[in-house]
């Protein structure tokens, strides 16, 4: 009798380890399914065939299903290879602005309306905003295009000094009083604004007067005639004088204008958009936006200024405002210049971009159907798109 109940215990010991060892092996097998299933996600593998994660930082890892939408409510983001474009070169050029400690604080590659690469630096985040600078000017010109949709503005062609108080206005000649809105906004006012010619001219007196003035887009247009008043001259002052402009035609200040008929209808909230002394919005600096927004104005250029079923500028005005109406002589890198819009050819593709001081970028490369977007602290984006983004796309 002891001898069967020994025998029992024995047999119930075995089929207790068989049980086990199938299933220890099965939970193994079943772990090497998942992680395989993982590498084929996201298609970068090491020579060991084992996912490396951080090859792919910055970089979606999965494709969506590609479709027509409006990026009002938030942007979608895909593979990169789901729109024809090369995940390594991307993923290159993040690890080379790593390696080379270039100072990035955002960078947003988007591709067919998806982004395909975006990745943040020092304290900043997606939810952040970031100055802008400059890029305050594409703003302003789009917003003139939407006065004009209005009717608030008939034309650019129309006088400056019709919408400006005439008992401000002193030292009118007949060449400001000839001045239209397009001079402004093409930077050939011809009004002395040594911007870019004078060293130092952002601790200059003259600087200071117009930043702290009572009323600067007054001071700018009051102020001498340059000796040659043909020549492009890249002057933020004539930015704030369209900014005076728009106020004196809808009624309201630039910011509020934009809120209203730019940001509200393309889902931006969070911008900061400051004043001057005499009210009026500042046209040509001190916006902050976040990324993604920024990345929104350049998608409403790219689609030729409608959103939706909404056409927010008038038809046309997109193609109208980048057009090359002055050669800046490669001054800030440029090339030509349009509605404060810069005009300069990257491997053989036409781009226009917003672009302001050290290192922020609104690129629009309407035959790639491309936007890219950076904010930073002193980086210059055309050396990645000429090495990375544009050599991803594969033809």
């Known amino acids: 009798m002891k001898m069967r109940k020994i025998y029992f215990i024995m047999l119930v010991i075995i089929i207790f380890s068989i049980i086990t060892a199938c299933s220890n092996g099965g939970a193994k097998n079943s772990g090497n399914r998942i992680k395989e299933q993982g590498d084929s996600d996201t298609n970068v593998v090491d020579k060991k065939g084992e996912t490396n994660q951080e090859e792919l930082a910055g970089i979606p890892r999965t494709a969506a299903d590609i479709k027509t939408y409006w990026p009002t409510a938030g942007w979608q983001e895909t593979t990169p290879e789901s729109v024809g474009m090369d995940s390594a070169l991307l993923a290159d050029m993040f690890k080379q602005i790593e390696k080379d400690h270039i100072p990035m604080d955002g960078f947003i590659v988007i591709k067919d309306g998806y982004i395909v690469a975006e990745k943040y ?233 917003g672009m302001g001081l050290y290192g922020q970028y609104m690129v629009v490369i309407p035959k790639l159907n491309l936007v890219v977007v950076q904010t930073s602290s002193g980086m210059d984006v055309d050396p990645l798109l000429e090495k990375y983004i544009i050599p991803a796309i594969k033809k």
Request: glycine share 10%; net charge negative.
């Open 121 to 353: 630096g020092s304290e900043f985040d997606k939810d952040m905003v970031h100055p802008i600078y400059s890029i305050t000017k594409s703003l302003t010109s789009g917003l003139v295009g939407a006065a004009i949709k209005q009717g608030a503005i008939s034309s650019v062609n129309d006088k400056v000094i019709n919408y400006l108080d005439e008992d401000k206005l002193i030292n009118l000649d007949d060449w400001k009083k000839d001045l239209s809105i397009k001079n402004f906004l093409t930077m050939q006012s011809g009004i002395d604004f040594p911007e870019q010619t004078q060293k130092g001219f952002y601790n200059s007196d003259t600087w200071k007067a117009f930043m702290e003035g009572e009323d600067p887009a007054y001071y700018i247009f009051n102020r001498p005639v340059s000796d040659h008043p043909d020549a492009w001259n890249y002057s933020t002052g004539d930015a704030r004088v369209v900014s005076k402009v728009v106020q004196k035609a809808t009624g309201v200040k630039l910011s509020d204008f934009a809120k209203q008929n730019l940001f509200e209808p393309l889902g931006i909230s969070d911008v900061e958009w400051p004043s001057d002394r005499s009210g009026t919005s500042f046209g040509g600096t001190g916006v902050k936006m976040k990324p993604r927004d920024i990345a929104k104005i350049g998608y409403l250029y790219l689609n030729n200024g409608k959103w939706g079923e909404q056409q927010i500028l008038p038809k046309g005005w997109v193609q109208e405002s980048t057009q090359p109406y002055a050669d800046t002589n490669h001054n800030f890198d440029g090339d030509k210049y349009g509605y404060f819009f810069w005009l300069k050819p990257i491997n053989g593709f036409e781009t226009f971009r």
